[in-house]
């Protein structure tokens, strides 16, 4: 790890512009033995000085767990939020199909 640069760590996905809501699939019921696995498996990792958890869903049970427990760790983390986007889908993919021009459905 020469060179003095800073090694980073994140999510498959992330960056490639077209990922959202990148977080764990985790079962409510373990969401804090998740958290406690993670971090302690993190904090034995040498590779790292920086770890990115972009696009993670704020409402997410297991991502405020997360934040909470870095906190009470007081480890270094910043929080920020980006708007987001969202398309209200009809209720079938034929009346999806139906919107789209014909040179679209082709697609």
Same mark, same amino acid.
């Given at each position: 790890m020469g060179g003095g640069?800073?090694?980073?760590?994140r999510f498959f996905g992330d960056g490639s512009t077209d990922s959202d809501n990148l977080g764990f699939i985790? &079962?409510?019921?373990?969401?804090e033995l998740f958290v406690q696995a993670f971090l302690?498996?993190?904090s034995q990792? &040498?590779?790292?000085?920086l770890c990115r958890l972009r696009t993670m869903p704020s409402d997410s049970p297991t991502v405020q767990l997360l934040q909470l427990t870095v906190s009470q760790l007081g480890w270094v983390h910043d929080l920020s939020k980006h708007p987001s986007s969202a398309i209200i889908l009809p209720?079938?993919?034929d009346?999806?199909?139906?919107?789209?021009?014909?040179?679209? &459905?082709?697609?």
């Open positions: 640069g800073t090694q980073g760590t985790v &079962r409510p019921a373990y969401g302690n498996w993190f990792q &040498r590779n790292w000085d209720e079938s993919w009346k999806y199909l139906a919107k789209l021009s014909s040179k679209e &459905r082709r697609k």
